[in-house]
């Protein structure tokens, strides 16, 4: 079968620019939106030509242009957004609706994979405020997609391993500390952890796979299904010394953030959705799901374990 084309939209982001790699890599002919919006930013600039050094196609065209995202469009099978989506870092998942607009024009893409990559949305419809705006943003793009019945893929990436690995699962921590955690209430939800490489692999891995036409694909690698304690004694391991712990309770975790700003109190209730209440694990993908580790089992994942040696 011929390999569909492939556009990645916010192809110089943290997700975005492992999408790239991975379309390259599995011998896709990869195009990668250039927005001339993004002016003097020297590193994406930069990025981008070292995208087109490795075989991918820049092609022109910005959210403020409906046509030049037409045109863009019309040059493949499949889109792929990684618009940013974490609001301590930017949130812009609703300009997906003019992306929505233009691949309706177009008419021609047999696929749409939108920003998603994290809890599945269509879970949380009680999910809790302020937090819940990413939720309920990425049910109006879905909503946008099937209405304009474009073909789709949704992708739950569950937790980026960077950021929940890194940080021992502790919001406001990137790196893993050899002294101390704060485990949240009794650190034993159980979470998914996927390394951010084989997120992007697995995705590519689905756009031309008919199993998951119109489903969500959940990545959940079984030997990474892991609760805080457990994370926490993998890096123990690692570092041959036990951390001191202490605890947060749910209570002392919610009052916690008030007075925080608005992107901050954003993340912190995601954490509390998945490290409190388990929403990664507490149900079973059901007929509209497909499970990537056993859809595609010859792909070797990399383990909580390996991905934390980086750490060492
Ligand atoms: N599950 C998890 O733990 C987790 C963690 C983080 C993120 N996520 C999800 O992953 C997805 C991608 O997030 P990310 O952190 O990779 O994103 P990001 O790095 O913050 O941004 C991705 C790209 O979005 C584009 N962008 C930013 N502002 C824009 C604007 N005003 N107009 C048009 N494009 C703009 C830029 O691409 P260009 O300049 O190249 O166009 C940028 O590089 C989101 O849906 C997010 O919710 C999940």
Redesign the pocket.
């Known amino acids: 079968m011929e390999k569909s084309k492939v556009l990645i939209?916010?192809?110089?982001?943290?997700?975005?620019?492992r999408l790239v790699k991975a379309s390259l890599a599995q011998g896709h002919e990869t195009y990668?939106?250039?927005?001339p919006?993004?002016g003097v930013?020297i590193e994406?600039v930069q990025?981008?030509l070292d995208f087109k050094a490795q075989g991918a196609h820049l092609v022109v065209g910005?959210?403020s242009d409906h046509q030049s995202l037409v045109n863009a469009v019309k040059l493949v099978d499949v889109v792929i957004c990684?618009?940013?989506?974490?609001h301590i870092?930017?949130?812009?998942?609703l300009?997906q609706l003019k992306l929505v607009n233009a691949i309706k024009e177009a008419g021609n893409v047999k696929r749409f994979l939108?920003?998603?990559?994290?809890?599945d949305p269509a879970t949380m419809a009680n999910g809790m405020e302020p937090g819940r705006i990413?939720f309920d943003d990425?049910m109006i793009v879905r909503r946008a997609i099937e209405e304009a019945g474009i073909p789709f893929t949704y992708v739950s990436?569950?937790?980026?391993a960077?950021?929940?690995l890194g940080g021992l699962c502790q919001p406001g921590h990137i790196i893993p500390s050899r002294d101390s955690v704060t485990l949240l209430g009794d650190g034993n939800q159980k979470a998914i952890y996927?390394d951010?490489d084989d997120?992007a692999m697995y995705t590519i891995k689905a756009i031309d796979d008919p199993r998951t036409l119109n489903k969500t694909l959940y990545i959940r690698p079984p030997k990474n299904i892991l609760s805080q304690r457990e994370v926490v004694e993998t890096w123990e391991k690692l570092i041959g010394k036990e951390l001191h712990k202490s605890s947060i309770s749910k209570e002392e975790f919610l009052a916690s953030m008030k007075g925080q700003d608005y992107a901050e109190q954003v993340g912190l209730t995601?954490y509390y959705h998945v490290c409190y209440e388990g929403c990664l694990t507490s149900f079973e993908i059901g007929d509209g799901g497909e499970e990537a580790c056993e859809l595609y089992p010859e792909v070797n994942y990399n383990t909580v374990e390996n991905y934390m040696k980086r750490y060492l």
């Not at 939108?114 to 809890?119: A, I, K, L």
Request: net charge positive; glycine share 14%; hydrophobic share 35%.
């Open positions: 939209v916010g192809g110089t982001g943290y997700l975005g620019k990668v939106l250039q927005r919006d993004i930013d994406k990025m981008l910005s959210f990684a618009i940013s989506g974490v870092r930017s949130h812009q998942i300009l939108p920003s998603e990559f994290g809890t990413t990425k990436a569950n937790c980026f960077g950021y929940f996927v951010e997120i995601h």
